[in-house]
């Protein structure tokens, strides 16, 4: 049986993966941007622009309205904050791992009396 909440955490984590939809999540963080406006900074065409749009309206990231032929792209952060929780969970781990190795550096550097 298949867990939508992992599935949607996969699509976000796809996304996500991607630099160019990293690039237009940041961008959407300052507000509504047309596909075209997202598109701009990479010299892509607005095929490939629309194509990482749906990826991140798949994940839940994005939300588009369209107005006209003019289609606009909005950021919707509450997947990120499921993905937020995931990483957050790990962190003790990592954190007590890399207290480990800083306290096995810490005794190999030390000088030989």
């Known amino acids: 049986m298949v867990d939508d909440r992992h599935t949607s955490l996969d699509q976000v984590f796809h996304a996500l993966a991607d630099t160019t939809r990293r690039a237009m999540i940041a961008r959407l963080a300052s507000g509504e941007h047309t ?6 900074p990479f010299e892509m065409s607005l095929n490939a622009a629309v194509k990482h749009v749906k990826v991140l309206e798949r994940a839940g990231l994005v939300r588009r309205r369209v107005q006209g032929r003019a289609h606009f792209c909005s950021l919707d952060a509450r997947p990120l904050a499921e993905a937020a929780a995931f990483v957050r969970a790990y962190e003790g781990f990592w954190s007590d791992r890399l207290d480990a190795l800083d306290s096995l550096l810490r005794q190999t550097s030390r000088p030989e009396s």
């Open 35 to 40: 596909v075209g406006e997202l598109a701009r």
